[in-house]
């Protein structure tokens, strides 16, 4: 059985957004100018990006990107969902004052690499359950040679390999066709897949919103 649903949207409750997708996807752009509209429209918003590097276990996944260190892949994955779970507390703080958390990558993130790296599916997601499930997931599809092209410098090693960037991609779209996700194609000018976005986002709003009376 699946956590409560949450009812937020068109009351003063929060809401939690993911974008996933492949680095250089437009993740981080799409998820500032989702923030950008919801303010315009008054409404209560913070951005988070996972892994966030500003914990102890952050930096530990920062250290380990760059070679530093030498971890399985069953390992990083826990350390990632770790970083989660640091920020667990938080995150239902800001959902219970009203909220919209828009998160760059989240949960499914653990599943797609962790997955690519012959890591179990089930595993990944039954080890998340406990965590603030998202009420709207983005996937942002690229292909893995146009992720290469839009970043030639400091790329990490999950970065420099095409062909696990492909697995990645296919979990990915396993997920999104499984949970019901909104896929976008981000090959597309940004403006027109931030519309595609506030679409979805909007009928979510006007889905949730109370009747009059």
């Not at 089930?122 to 092209?149: E, G, N, Y």
């Not at 970043?151 to 997920?175: F, I």
């Amino acid at each position: 059985m699946g956590p409560p649903s949450r009812d937020r949207f068109g009351g003063t409750g929060g809401l939690l957004i993911a974008f996933e997708g492949l680095d250089q996807s437009g993740k981080q752009t799409q998820a500032e100018l989702l923030r950008d509209r919801l303010v315009e429209i008054g409404r209560l918003v913070r951005l988070l990006s996972f892994p966030a590097y500003d914990t102890a276990i952050g930096v530990e996944i920062g250290r380990a990107l760059l070679g530093d260190r030498e971890y399985g892949a069953d390992v990083m994955q826990l350390l990632y969902v770790a970083n989660r779970y640091e920020w667990k507390p938080q995150i239902e703080r800001e959902l219970d004052r009203g909220t919209i958390l828009i998160c760059d990558r989240y949960l499914a993130s653990s599943v797609a690499y962790g997955e690519a790296q012959g890591l179990d599916a089930a595993w990944l997601m039954d080890m998340q359950k406990h965590l603030p499930q998202p009420d709207i997931t983005f996937l942002l599809d690229i292909d893995p040679d146009v992720s290469a092209r839009r970043k030639t410098a400091d790329r990490d090693k999950y970065e420099r390999d095409l062909e696990l960037l492909e697995r990645v991609r296919n979990s990915y779209m396993r997920q999104a066709a499984s949970a019901g996700w909104t896929t976008l194609d981000a090959n597309r000018e940004r403006d027109v897949v931030a519309a595609d976005i506030w679409r979805a986002v909007s009928a979510r709003c006007d889905a949730a919103a109370p009747g009059p009376g």
